[in-house]
C-alpha cells in the first residue's frame, strides 16, 4: 500500500466518523415573538419573553391568548369544541395554533428562521 | 501533503455542521394560507408562475371542499344523502311497520350517479377497507356526531346508543358500479364521510396542477397532512418535523424528503376528555368508540398522498402489532412511523437514514 493511499483511507474512516458523530440532530428554533392572524389578515404580533394575556376578537368569536414561560396557547375559546385549547402551545419557530371556527393562527416566529424545519406533519 | 488533508478535514467538519446551509437558499415565489375543507392549509411555492398556480391551488380546494361538505346541503355528498333518504319505492306500506329494525324495513336504494371526484373516493376507500380488514371505514359519521365530533358540544354515548347507531353504518352494504359510477346501498340510512382521506386527495389534485404550472419545488401542508413536491430549489430536502403527541415535548423527529406525502394521526388534537379519560376522534368500527389499539400516532410515509391519509388513520385504528403486519404485505407501496402509548417509537428500516430524533427507535424490519 502506497503512503498516499494510506492517508486516503485514513481520510475517508476520518470523515465517516465525523459525519456520524457530527450527525445534525434535530434543531429547533425558539420563537422570539407570535404572530396571530384572522382569516388570512394580520392581527398582530407579540414578544413571547413578556408575560401577557391578549383577548383576540374576531368575526366569528372570542379566543384569549396566554403567554408565559415563552410559550403562547389558547386560554380560553367560546366555540364548541375548543380543540385549540388543547393545541401544543408555540414554543419555536414555525409552531401553530390553528382555530378553525374563529379562522385564527397563532404562529411562532424568529428572525433566525425556523431551526431548518419546514413544516409539521400532525 | 499533511496541511492539504487537515483542510480537508476542516472543510468536511464545516460541512458536516453547517449542514451545507451556507448555499444560497431562495425565498419562495409564493407563500399562501387559507381555510378549506375544515382545515388550515398553508403552501410554499418556488417558480416563475408560483402565485397563479396557488390561486388555481386554491381555487381546486374550495371547489372539492364545496363537492364533498358534510356541513354544506348542495354538496354532492350531501345530495347523496338526501337521494338515499328518499325510499325507492314510494308509497310503499312496508315503511309504516313500526316494530322491526329501520335497517329491514328500507329496501335497496335506487342508483344514484356519483361526481368524478366522489366516485375516485369512494373507489380508493372501498379498497383500503378491504385491504385494512374493515380498519377504514368511511360511514361512521353518525356515530362520530354522537359523541360530538368534529365541531362538539362532546359527550360519551352508552353503549345502547352507540349499537344503535352503528346500525346506521358499514361499507359492506354499498353497492357500487366504478364503471357507470352508480351507487347504491342496501341500507339507505348509510352516510358517507371523506374526512380520513379527501385531504390526501385534494393534496394528490393539487400536485397534479402544479405540474401543469411547471412548478418542481414546492411544500404543501393540509392541516398536518404534508406534500412534497420534488426538493428545495437548491435540492436540498423538505424538513418534515412529526408532531409528538405529548404537547410539552418537541417533536417526535424530523424527516427529510423529497417527492412524498407524509400523513401524521393521532389522539392528540381532536378529543376530549371525561374523568380523566381522553376520548378522541378516531372510532373504532367495531365498537363504534375511540380506537384503543395502543398507539398514540401514526405517520405514513409514501407518494401517494390519498394512500398516506387513508392509511395513517387505518393503521391508528388496526394498533402496532396488526399495523406492523400489514406492513410486512405491503413493503413497497408505504414507510411508516408509529408512537404507542408505552412511548415505543417504531420506525421502518428504509426511514432511519432519513429520520433525525432524539428518541430511541424500533426498527422494524
Given at each position: 500500500?502506497?503512503?498516499?493511499?494510506?492517508?486516503?483511507?485514513?481520510?475517508?474512516?476520518?470523515?465517516?466518523?465525523?459525519?456520524?458523530?457530527?450527525?445534525?440532530?434535530?434543531?429547533?428554533?425558539?420563537?422570539?415573538?407570535?404572530?396571530?392572524?384572522?382569516?388570512?389578515?394580520?392581527?398582530?404580533?407579540?414578544?413571547?419573553?413578556?408575560?401577557?394575556?391578549?383577548?383576540?376578537?374576531?368575526?366569528?368569536?372570542?379566543?384569549?391568548?396566554?403567554?408565559?414561560?415563552?410559550?403562547?396557547?389558547?386560554?380560553?375559546?367560546?366555540?364548541?369544541?375548543?380543540?385549540?385549547?388543547?393545541?401544543?402551545p408555540?414554543?419555536?419557530?414555525?409552531?401553530?395554533?390553528?382555530?378553525?371556527p374563529?379562522?385564527?393562527?397563532?404562529?411562532?416566529?424568529?428572525?433566525?428562521?425556523?431551526?431548518?424545519?419546514?413544516?409539521?406533519?400532525? | 501533503?499533511?496541511?492539504?488533508?487537515y483542510?480537508?478535514?476542516?472543510?468536511?467538519?464545516?460541512?458536516?455542521?453547517?449542514?451545507?446551509?451556507?448555499?444560497?437558499?431562495?425565498e419562495?415565489?409564493?407563500?399562501?394560507?387559507?381555510?378549506?375543507?375544515?382545515?388550515?392549509?398553508?403552501?410554499?411555492?418556488?417558480?416563475?408562475?408560483?402565485?397563479?398556480?396557488?390561486?388555481?391551488?386554491?381555487?381546486?380546494?374550495?371547489?372539492?371542499?364545496?363537492?364533498?361538505?358534510?356541513?354544506?346541503?348542495?354538496?354532492?355528498?350531501?345530495?347523496?344523502?338526501?337521494?338515499?333518504?328518499?325510499?325507492?319505492?314510494p308509497?310503499?306500506?312496508?315503511?309504516?311497520?313500526?316494530?322491526?329494525?329501520?335497517?329491514?324495513?328500507?329496501?335497496?336504494?335506487?342508483?344514484?350517479?356519483?361526481?368524478?371526484?366522489?366516485?375516485?373516493?369512494?373507489?380508493?376507500?372501498?379498497?383500503?377497507?378491504?385491504?385494512?380488514?374493515?380498519?377504514f371505514?368511511?360511514t361512521?359519521?353518525?356515530?362520530?356526531?354522537?359523541?360530538?365530533?368534529?365541531?362538539?358540544?362532546?359527550?360519551?354515548?352508552?353503549?345502547?346508543?352507540?349499537?344503535?347507531?352503528?346500525?346506521?353504518?358499514?361499507?359492506?352494504?354499498?353497492?357500487?358500479?366504478?364503471r357507470?359510477?352508480?351507487?347504491?346501498?342496501?341500507?339507505?340510512?348509510?352516510?358517507?364521510?371523506?374526512?380520513?382521506?379527501a385531504k390526501?386527495?385534494?393534496?394528490?389534485?393539487?400536485?397534479?396542477?402544479?405540474?401543469?404550472?411547471?412548478?418542481?419545488?414546492?411544500?404543501?401542508?393540509?392541516?398536518g397532512?404534508?406534500?412534497?413536491?420534488?426538493?428545495?430549489?437548491?435540492?436540498?430536502?423538505w424538513?418534515?418535523?412529526?408532531?409528538?403527541?405529548?404537547?410539552?415535548?418537541?417533536?417526535?423527529?424530523?424527516?427529510?424528503?423529497?417527492?412524498?406525502?407524509?400523513?401524521?394521526?393521532?389522539?392528540?388534537?381532536?378529543?376530549?376528555?371525561?374523568?380523566?379519560?381522553?376520548?378522541?376522534?378516531?372510532?373504532?368500527?367495531?365498537?363504534?368508540?375511540?380506537?384503543?389499539?395502543?398507539?398514540?400516532?401514526?405517520?405514513?410515509?409514501?407518494?401517494?398522498?390519498?394512500?398516506?391519509?387513508?392509511?395513517?388513520?387505518?393503521l391508528?385504528?388496526?394498533?402496532?402489532?396488526?399495523?406492523?403486519?400489514?406492513?410486512?404485505?405491503?413493503?413497497?407501496?408505504?414507510?411508516?412511523?408509529?408512537?404507542?402509548?408505552?412511548?415505543t417509537?417504531?420506525?421502518t428500516?428504509?426511514?432511519?437514514?432519513?429520520?433525525?430524533?432524539?428518541?430511541?427507535?424500533?426498527?422494524?424490519?
Amino acid at each position: 500500500m502506497k503512503r498516499n493511499d494510506f492517508f486516503l483511507l485514513l481520510l475517508l474512516l476520518l470523515g465517516t466518523l465525523a459525519a456520524f458523530l457530527l450527525r445534525p440532530e434535530p434543531s429547533t428554533a425558539k420563537a422570539e415573538h407570535i404572530q396571530v392572524t384572522v382569516n388570512g389578515k394580520m392581527y398582530g404580533t407579540w414578544k413571547l419573553n413578556t408575560p401577557q394575556t391578549i383577548t383576540v376578537s374576531t368575526p366569528y368569536g372570542e379566543n384569549v391568548i396566554r403567554i408565559q414561560n415563552g410559550a403562547a396557547y389558547v386560554s380560553k375559546a367560546d366555540c364548541p369544541s375548543r380543540d385549540c385549547m388543547k393545541l401544543k402551545p408555540v414554543t419555536n419557530s414555525g409552531d401553530t395554533i390553528v382555530c378553525l371556527p374563529h379562522k385564527l393562527v397563532v404562529e411562532g416566529k424568529s428572525k433566525n428562521g425556523n431551526g431548518g424545519i419546514d413544516t409539521i406533519a400532525h | 501533503m499533511f496541511k492539504r488533508f487537515y483542510f480537508f478535514l476542516l472543510f468536511l467538519i464545516v460541512c458536516a455542521f453547517s449542514g451545507c446551509s451556507f448555499l444560497t437558499q431562495k425565498e419562495p415565489n409564493s407563500i399562501r394560507d387559507f381555510f378549506a375543507m375544515d382545515t388550515y392549509v398553508k403552501m410554499i411555492l418556488y417558480g416563475p408562475e408560483a402565485e397563479k398556480a396557488a390561486d388555481a391551488l386554491q381555487a381546486e380546494m374550495m371547489r372539492l371542499d364545496r363537492q364533498l361538505s358534510l356541513y354544506s346541503e348542495t354538496s354532492d355528498v350531501s345530495r347523496l344523502h338526501q337521494q338515499l333518504a328518499v325510499p325507492s319505492l314510494p308509497g310503499s306500506s312496508s315503511f309504516q311497520q313500526t316494530d322491526a329494525p329501520r335497517k329491514e324495513l328500507l329496501t335497496q336504494s335506487h342508483a344514484i350517479l356519483l361526481s368524478e371526484d366522489t366516485a375516485e373516493l369512494l373507489t380508493r376507500s372501498l379498497n383500503l377497507h378491504a385491504e385494512t380488514n374493515g380498519a377504514f371505514d368511511i360511514t361512521l359519521s353518525p356515530v362520530s356526531t354522537l359523541w360530538g365530533f368534529p365541531h362538539g358540544p362532546f359527550r360519551v354515548p352508552d353503549k345502547t346508543e352507540i349499537q344503535a347507531t352503528l346500525a346506521r353504518t358499514g361499507m359492506e352494504t354499498i353497492r357500487w358500479d366504478n364503471r357507470t359510477r352508480q351507487f347504491s346501498a342496501d341500507n339507505p340510512a348509510i352516510t358517507l364521510d371523506f374526512g380520513g382521506i379527501a385531504k390526501g386527495y385534494a393534496a394528490e389534485k393539487m400536485a397534479a396542477i402544479l405540474k401543469k404550472h411547471n412548478i418542481r419545488h414546492a411544500l404543501l401542508n393540509l392541516g398536518g397532512n404534508v406534500k412534497a413536491i420534488g426538493t428545495k430549489p437548491d435540492r436540498s430536502l423538505w424538513r418534515v418535523a412529526i408532531q409528538h403527541p405529548d404537547a410539552k415535548t418537541d417533536y417526535l423527529g424530523v424527516l427529510s424528503v423529497s417527492d412524498k406525502s407524509v400523513v401524521t394521526s393521532g389522539d392528540y388534537e381532536r378529543y376530549f376528555e371525561k374523568n380523566k379519560i381522553r376520548y378522541h376522534h378516531i372510532l373504532d368500527p367495531r365498537t363504534g368508540s375511540p380506537a384503543r389499539s395502543g398507539l398514540r400516532s401514526a405517520t405514513i410515509v409514501c407518494e401517494d398522498c390519498t394512500l398516506a391519509d387513508g392509511l395513517s388513520t387505518a393503521l391508528f385504528v388496526l394498533g402496532p402489532e396488526a399495523a406492523i403486519s400489514f406492513w410486512q404485505k405491503h413493503k413497497e407501496q408505504f414507510q411508516f412511523i408509529l408512537f404507542t402509548e408505552n412511548n415505543t417509537l417504531f420506525i421502518t428500516e428504509k426511514l432511519l437514514p432519513v429520520f433525525e430524533t432524539k428518541l430511541t427507535v424500533t426498527v422494524v424490519r
